[in-house]
């Protein structure tokens, strides 16, 4: 089964309204041929609104978000609903980020709760998933990234992977210029897919696994080529026009 691929931009914690709108006219206009590759971008919260302005009247690019919390009206301050989210059109819901799960304290449990709530309002989660430095060096790479989705698993089936995402991230890889190779991430993509199909191979088959962690103009191409790689979670590279028009271009020609 071809898979569609999805280039995802996590900006993370920068911008600003002037900067989202000068982004997401260059993204336009380098994106506007592109056919065969899902496009979103995950602003800060803030600037939803610039951004679904800005991007009003094309089609190529989907906007996401960088976290939703679980409760949907009330006394929870500073929390972000669902509702919310879709009320600006947002659709990729990034959970379960490594910085989230470090600096916020997020569960393995906790992101499975996200994901459902996610999965309730039909917006679709984008699963972080990753080991740190440490636990790569002694062989725990498969055994971490499996807890993390059995925690989704356990509590809401397999079933509950149609149509979502899941972002491969080795930590030690974030924002570091280190990245894996394409022969490592894809035997760790193919290990979290064959995971997934050991409960329903329809599922694992369909299922849309990025790679994320220094991805950027230069190695994107080559980490395409490797089957289980179904595009890319992006951060630095995202916050400039043209490099992240590369690696969408990359994406589409790969899985064309």
Same mark, same amino acid.
């Given at each position: 089964? #071809? %898979? %569609?691929? /999805? =280039?995802?931009g996590n900006w993370k914690l920068n911008g600003s309204k002037a900067f989202t709108k000068q982004l997401v006219e260059g993204l336009k206009a380098e994106l506007k041929d592109v056919k065969g590759c899902d496009v979103a971008i995950a602003p800060p919260v803030m600037y939803l609104a610039e951004a679904e302005a800005a991007l009003a009247g094309q089609s190529v690019i989907a906007l996401g978000s960088q976290n939703v919390d679980l409760k949907q009206s009330g006394a929870f301050t500073g929390d972000i609903s669902t509702e919310m989210l879709k009320d600006f059109g947002a659709k990729y819901i990034i959970i379960g980020h490594s910085e989230r799960r470090q600096y916020h304290k997020e569960s393995d449990e906790f992101v499975a709760q996200k994901f459902g709530a996610l999965k309730e309002a039909g917006l679709v989660p984008v699963l972080?998933? !990753?080991?740190?430095?440490?636990?790569?060096?002694?062989? *725990?790479?498969?055994?971490?990234?499996?807890?993390?989705?059995? #925690? =989704? /698993?356990?509590? /809401?089936?397999?079933? #509950?992977?149609?149509g979502a995402i899941i972002a491969y991230e080795p930590i030690w890889a974030i924002g570091t210029g280190k990245s894996a190779t394409p022969e490592q991430a894809q035997a760790i993509h193919k290990s979290i897919r064959d995971h997934i199909a050991a409960k329903s191979q329809a599922v694992a088959d369909q299922v849309i696994i990025q790679y994320g962690g220094s991805v950027n103009d230069s190695n994107a191409a080559d980490l395409f080529t490797q089957p289980d790689i179904d595009g890319a979670l992006v !951060?630095? $590279?995202?916050? *400039? $026009?043209? #490099?992240? $028009? =590369?690696?969408? *271009?990359a994406a589409e020609k790969a899985k064309a």
């Open positions: 089964m #071809a %898979r %569609r691929p /999805l =280039v995802m972080c998933i !990753g080991e740190t430095e440490q636990e790569n060096e002694e062989g *725990k790479t498969q055994e971490v990234c499996q807890r993390q989705i059995d #925690a =989704v /698993l356990n509590t /809401l089936g397999v079933e #509950a992977f149609n !951060g630095g $590279a995202s916050l *400039k $026009a043209d #490099a992240f $028009a =590369v690696i969408v *271009k």
